[in-house]
């Protein structure tokens, strides 16, 4: 069944991947984004890599619940994918307050719009942090739970929130989908991980060393329990991450006998790598060694996070099928094409009027209404 779906934080790095990948499985999608920590040039790259398709952008705060049932009401959304919030481990931890009010206020707006305006159908994008240091490698969704720090905690809190709004709601169902680590860029090169500031992330990091906007990277200790010393991970390929997303909300949307009313899943590989062999990875993608010092740890990290992944193919049918090299080569492809128009001096050319989230734009006929490309320009 091809759905209408709202996509919450779309204009974000996963919210935007998912949206290219639900386009081109054959849904429409509704972007609300209040853009605070992503930009409208992604957004209007969409449809330029998805083609004509039926998306449609609402500049809006998830938190404005009344905002949130008016869109759900007007595109009368079959389901929700709910990935706006802050997601910044070390800023949860200096500033918690912030990531309780945020992210839990904005989950529990989404959740009374859904409630208010019948949608019964929710993706939640969760997070592998849930698990804090699992004793249980490759870790299942029945491991036990123990956040440590503010962030993921914000996304159990949200978890429970779901567990008991599921049970009160007749007929609602939800999949929150636990991530390992999203890294990588749509082939394209059009869109990707673009951090404000200081990249927290591995990925980002290195990418940006690779370009010469950082000397070299930190690599945050060599002396845990792994095969080089270096912290492992279960990185996993955003483009498989945003097709998992899909069979989800196929799997909610389907007419299938799973009746759970809240499942959680581990999007990941189920293979691990060190930071030593990523970096050795992007410096074979880019053609050059990447700069790099060992230093101490970072505080809170784990030596290893590890996905079992095999619930999210016995449910949807779902599994990765992208590998480090190509995960390394997407994503220094579309750094060098951000430094090139750095380096050019040239922004993408806004191809969309800004939008100011008011009722008139929820028709389409807004320059918003990215459904015909009429509309850019
Ligand atoms: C990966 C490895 C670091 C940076 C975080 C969040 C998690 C999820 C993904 C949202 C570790 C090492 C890193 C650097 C380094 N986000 N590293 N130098 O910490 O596994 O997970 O992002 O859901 O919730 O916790 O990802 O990329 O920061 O670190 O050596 O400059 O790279 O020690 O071993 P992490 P990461």
């Known amino acids: 069944m091809k759905g209408r779906i709202l996509t919450t934080g779309g204009a974000g790095y996963i919210g935007s991947h998912t949206t290219v990948e639900l386009l081109k499985a054959g849904h429409s999608v509704i972007i609300l984004d209040n853009f605070e ?3 409208r040039d992604r957004v209007a790259r969409i449809p330029l890599i998805a083609g004509a398709a039926d998306v449609r952008l609402v500049e809006g705060d998830v938190r404005d619940a009344h905002l949130v049932a008016d869109v759900l009401k007007r595109h009368e959304i079959d389901a929700v994918m709910h990935f706006a919030g802050k997601k910044a481990v070390s800023e949860s931890v200096a500033d918690p307050l912030l990531y309780y009010h945020d992210n839990i206020t904005g989950a529990v707006s989404v959740l009374s719009a859904m ?4 949608c019964k159908k ?7 942090t ?3 240091d699992p004793d249980m490698l490759p870790t299942r969704e029945t491991a036990p739970t123990s956040a440590s720090n503010p962030y993921g905690r914000t996304k159990l809190i949200i978890e429970d929130i779901i567990d008991d709004t599921a049970v009160s709601l007749n007929g609602f169902q939800a999949i929150s989908l636990r991530y390992f680590n999203p890294v990588g ?4 090169g059009l869109i990707g991980e673009c951090p404000r500031g200081l990249p927290n992330n591995l990925f980002p990091y290195i990418a940006q060393a690779a370009a010469g906007v950082r000397d070299y990277v930190h690599i945050h200790g060599n002396d845990y329990e792994t095969s080089d010393g270096t912290g492992s991970r279960d990185y996993i390929h955003i483009v498989d991450l945003a097709r998992g997303h899909v069979a989800a909300v196929e799997h909610l949307l389907s007419t299938s006998t799973d009746h759970a009313p809240h499942r959680k899943v581990n999007l990941g590989t189920g293979q691990g790598h060190t930071v030593l062999e990523v970096l050795h990875a992007f410096s074979r993608a880019c053609g050059f060694q990447v700069p790099y010092r060992i230093g101490p740890r970072r505080p809170g990290d784990v030596a290893t996070s590890l996905a ?3 619930l999210a193919l016995a449910l949807f049918d779902w599994k990765p099928q992208f590998d480090l090299e190509k995960m390394c080569w997407d994503h220094w492809n579309f750094q060098k094409r951000e430094l090139d128009k750095l380096n050019s001096g040239m922004r993408m050319p806004h191809l969309m009027h800004d939008v100011v989230a008011d009722h ?3 028709n ?5 209404a990215l459904g015909n490309r009429d509309a850019l320009n």
């Open 37 to 39: 920590n992503s930009d």
């Open 115 to 118: 409630r208010d305006a019948g």
């Open 122 to 128: 929710l993706i939640f994008s969760s997070s592998a």
């Open 130 to 132: 849930v698990y804090g």
């Open 185 to 188: 860029a749509h082939s394209s």
């Open 308 to 310: 079992d992944p095999s």
């Open 360 to 362: 008139a734009t929820l």
């Open 364 to 368: 389409g006929t807004h320059p918003s």
